[in-house]
């Protein structure tokens, strides 16, 4: 029996664990203990994701959600440790680029338990980003990198990372094609908020590089604001945002605010959209599964393909590049049957 210990802590982790942990489920040969970080912690950020998404519920909840950046990794740091210590899982499984994921590598990597990174290998190459540290040290004492692409394989080895390196795909395709089923069944949030499917934008701020500062939120405000005039856009509003907002005296008139939504309520809203104007990572490339154009409220982009094939662009930057094309690097969504089998094949 492979047992595998899952850290999670953020809203796309959960998202992208699920998918992971169905198929744990599936196997015989493997079992997953789940630890919550606490680093969302509101219903909305969180619950909802274990409840509708059928996460198991974490059998550890560290509890550590807000504090700066060192605080809350160093307590997260120590709360792992001693997950670890007491019970040796087989591996650490850990996602993306917040501070859980490099508080559970580093907690893992120093007691020579391997770490399997899922996400691996995406660069903004903007060190200012808390994400960017996470993830180049992240991967950097990982023993199995699952890339989503091909840039991301080829990005590790430019920092001399070969061994373990495998391209999967992209586990959010797996996610996005299980929900956008299911939000079909179930999901009415386009006629709850009175929109008309394929009239309103759908929009999510939520980055420190658009938050932190008066004038960058102000910006961002500015531009949802200027397309509010011509079509609705609905804005589900992430807490740090949400504070930044009240923090800067800002306002978010001529917007449709709502409160955080659900993973199937929010592939409603991508599959029901006209386009989307968001600074997420996950959602850049989720506009794409739904095959919706993008705008990037950034200056760069790890998913430098949704650019390359058309569907998305940087807001300040080129127009999106034509004609529009698939693209084959994200899989087929069986990229969690391809990582567990080559962490079972590792042993
Ligand atoms: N998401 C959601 N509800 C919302 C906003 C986002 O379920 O109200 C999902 C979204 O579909 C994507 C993930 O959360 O799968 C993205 O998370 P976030 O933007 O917080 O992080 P990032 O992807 O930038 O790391």
Not at 13 to 40: C, L, P, Y
Not at 106 to 125: M, Q, T, Y
Not at 179 to 191: F, G, P
Request: charged residues 25%; aromatic residues 6%; contains cysteine.
């Amino acid at each position: 029996m492979t047992t595998i210990l899952t850290v999670v802590g953020a809203r796309p982790q959960f998202i992208k664990a699920a998918a992971v942990s169905r198929a744990i489920r599936a196997r015989d040969s493997m079992s997953e203990i789940m630890v919550h970080t606490g680093q969302h912690f509101d219903a909305n950020m969180s619950d909802v994701f274990f409840d509708e998404l059928e996460i198991a519920p974490p059998a550890h909840h560290l509890g550590i959600g807000g504090g700066g950046h060192g605080r809350m990794t160093g307590r997260m740091l120590e709360g792992i440790e001693g997950i670890l210590e007491a019970g040796r899982p087989d591996w650490v499984l850990i996602y993306g680029d917040t501070n859980s994921t490099i508080a559970g590598a580093l907690a893992a990597a120093k007691l020579h338990i391997p770490v399997a990174h899922v996400e691996a290998g995406l660069r903004s190459f903007n060190k200012r980003m808390p994400e960017e540290i996470n993830r180049i040290l992240t991967d950097h004492v990982s023993t199995l990198l699952f890339c989503p692409t091909q840039t991301a394989v080829d990005n590790l080895a430019s920092e001399g990372i070969t061994a373990g390196v495998h391209h999967v795909g992209d586990v959010m395709y797996d996610a996005t094609l299980d929900a956008r089923e299911k939000a079909r069944e179930t999901s009415d949030i386009v006629a709850r908020l009175q929109l008309e499917p394929g009239k309103y934008v759908l929009s999510t701020v939520h980055r420190a590089e658009n938050t932190d500062s008066r004038d960058a939120l102000g910006a961002v405000l500015d531009h949802l604001k200027a397309k509010a005039a011509e079509v609705p856009v609905v804005l589900p509003l992430h807490p740090r945002t949400a504070g930044a907002v009240k923090k800067h005296g800002l306002d978010f008139d001529g917007l449709t605010v709502i409160d955080p939504v659900g993973y199937l309520d929010m592939a409603a809203l991508l599959d029901g959209c006209a386009e989307v104007l968001t600074d997420s990572g996950g959602v850049q490339k989720e506009a794409y599964f739904h095959r919706k154009p993008c705008t990037t409220l950034r200056d760069e982009t790890e998913w430098v393909e949704t650019i390359e094939a058309g569907w998305n662009r940087l807001w300040k930057g080129a127009d999106f590049v034509s004609p529009r094309k698939d693209i084959a690097d994200y899989g087929d969504g069986k990229s969690a049957e391809r990582i567990l089998d080559l962490i079972a094949s590792a042993g």
